[in-house]
């Protein structure tokens, strides 16, 4: 055996009777076995391992694919653009150390990998996760969206400040001609400090008229660019909440008849999350208010579209997500988790607005009930879970740079404390930003994915496979608060959700799910 381990690239071949490229499509039959744990009379678990068996048939070629950010002239917006640009057109630049070439770290599918095997000699063999299946490439992504902001590309990627001068100055003459699309405005929805920056909106108030033009804002944005399918990212200031009530958002129906009333309790996030369900494209709500009204969710159900959120989760929370399943998972209560971020950019100036800081301050607190829930040998049902305080301040000389501090201190052997103090600096849209790419390129590739269950003698009809729930809970990965389907409850310790998107493409192209035993070696 060889020590070290190889990251090969180029795409994937699985040889195994489980997979075949046929007409276009992957082809692939997975085992799935799952445990039904029963308790019984005397409280013992009783484990019933079961199986199923999965056809999956995936269209072999991502389509050309358009991402529609709203909010485009944003942090997030602007330097998702540039870095798209920079690899696109290979632009360095220069700071005082060195000259930097553009990437995608940070990017799950460009930038991590999978473990595939053992090669002959003994060494681990990794490939970048986008050479598992065919995805849509990020320097292939056409961009375009809306903003209530006129500012073009250019002078918003100035605005926001995040990337480096040199770098800004090279994109220039690339941006400066992307102008965001006028918006869909309603002040209601959002903090008074943010209406001066509103002088590009569609003029009429009206709600239905609104969601008409931003349907026809998709159709041209798709014609005119070619394009094969678009993905819509909600990275937009945080609204309030919308009110829910029977009659008004509750059902497709009924929310479609609001809209058409100009019903004041239909957000502006709605209306582009509406107008992308009834144009099939996937919807993604990267902030954390109620944009998903039970009435979008049965119509993206309807209409068989993948939506997801919400609020992604890009730094302190997923840092949370990792460290609470550490602790706990190693069996040490955590006690006490006291968290504080503190940044200065505009969507940190909203939220000093307190109807605005609400439901970020819902989604960043909840994050590791599922983890906490998972071991009742810590935790008592219903009462001694953490105390979890989140505390957030602008500081508007830090600008994009967010500061986050925390410390979580726990109960481990023999009651003896365990206290962890963490302190992370990055660029808020450095952290975000290629997450706004990675769950455009997934949301290509799961719609692109049916599925049917064999029958007891191992047959599938043609006719009976469809497509995956529209609740995409796989991208829950990139989300504080992930959307999950009826009945399936919310993960969010990251190690989990991680290994569920990978074995779910390991699943696409015939392989078994990753068990980390090691058997081979182990037991050889
Ligand atoms: P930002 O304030 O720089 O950008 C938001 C943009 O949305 C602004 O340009 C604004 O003019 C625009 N906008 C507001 N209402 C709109 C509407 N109705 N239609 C179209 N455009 C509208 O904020 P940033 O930093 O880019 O963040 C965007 C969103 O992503 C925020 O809601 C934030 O909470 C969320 N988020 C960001 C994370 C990060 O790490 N950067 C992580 C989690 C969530
Ligand atoms: C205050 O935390 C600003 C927020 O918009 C965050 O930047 C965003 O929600 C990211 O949160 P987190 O907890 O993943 O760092």
Not at 164 to 181: A, F, G, V, W, Y
Not at 319 to 329: C, E, P, Q, R
Request: proline fraction near 5%; aromatic fraction near 8%; charge should be negative.
């Amino acid at each position: 055996r060889v020590a070290g381990a190889i990251t090969a690239s180029g795409l994937l071949t699985v040889k195994s009777p489980n997979v075949r490229v046929e007409d276009g499509f992957i082809r692939s039959r997975f085992r799935y076995v799952t445990v039904n744990a029963v308790l019984d009379e005397e409280g013992n678990v009783v484990a019933i391992p079961t199986e199923r068996f999965y056809r999956f048939k995936t269209k072999f070629q991502p389509r050309k694919l358009g991402l529609l950010q709203v909010g485009w002239g944003g942090n997030n917006g602007s330097t998702v653009t540039a870095a798209v640009v920079a690899n696109q057109q290979g632009v360095s630049w220069e700071t005082r150390d060195r000259v930097h070439l553009p990437n995608y770290n940070g990017s799950l599918t460009q930038a991590a990998t999978l473990r595939v095997g053992f090669d002959d000699h003994g060494r681990d063999v990794f490939v970048p996760i986008k050479s598992v299946i065919p995805m849509a490439e990020p320097n292939n992504i056409v961009l375009g969206g809306w903003d209530i902001s006129g500012f073009n590309l250019a002078d918003a990627m100035d605005r926001a400040g995040v990337l480096e001068p040199d770098l800004r100055r090279k994109l220039r003459p690339h941006m400066e001609t992307m102008k965001p699309l006028p918006a869909a405005f309603d002040r209601q929805f959002i903090a008074k400090n943010q209406v001066p920056r509103a002088d590009n909106i569609i003029e009429s108030q009206d709600k239905q008229v609104q969601l008409d033009q931003l349907r026809r804002d998709i159709r041209d944005f798709k014609e005119q660019n070619g394009l094969e399918f678009v993905v819509v990212v909600w990275t937009g200031n945080s609204e309030r909440y919308a009110v829910e009530s029977e009659g008004v958002n509750d059902t497709a129906d009924n929310l479609l008849s609001s809209i058409k009333s100009s019903h004041q309790e239909v957000s502006p996030s709605t209306l582009y999350c509406v107008a992308s369900i009834l144009e099939g494209c996937p919807y993604v709500n990267g902030s954390p208010q109620n944009t998903f009204v039970p009435g979008a969710v049965e119509l993206a159900k309807k209409h068989n579209v993948i939506i997801s959120g919400d609020d992604f989760k890009s730094g302190q929370t997923k840092m949370k997500s990792v460290l609470a399943d550490y602790l706990i998972g190693c069996g040490v209560k955590i006690k006490t988790m006291v968290t504080y971020n503190h940044l200065g950019n505009n969507d940190m100036y909203q939220l000093t607005d307190e109807v605005m800081w609400k439901p970020k301050s819902a989604s960043k607190s909840r994050v590791i009930e599922d983890i906490v829930d998972s071991n009742g040998t810590l935790y008592k049902a219903g009462g001694d879970s953490p105390d979890h305080v989140v505390v957030v301040k602008y500081v508007p000389f830090l600008g994009d740079s967010k500061r986050d501090v925390s410390e979580y201190t726990s109960e481990t052997f023999m009651d003896c404390h365990y206290t962890t103090i963490m302190h992370n600096e990055c660029l808020d849209s450095a952290l975000c930003s290629p997450l706004i790419l990675d769950l455009a390129i997934f949301a290509e590739l799961f719609s692109r994915v049916l599925y049917a269950v064999e029958d007891e003698n191992g047959k599938v009809k043609e006719e009976s496979f469809s497509s995956m729930e529209s609740a995409m809970s796989v991208l829950g990965f990139y989300m504080k608060i992930p959307r999950t389907p009826p009945g399936e409850p919310i993960v969010n310790a990251l190690g989990r959700q991680k290994s569920c998107i990978e074995n779910l493409l390991r699943a696409l192209v015939g392989l078994e799910p990753e068990n980390n035993m090691l058997l081979e070696t182990k037991c050889p």
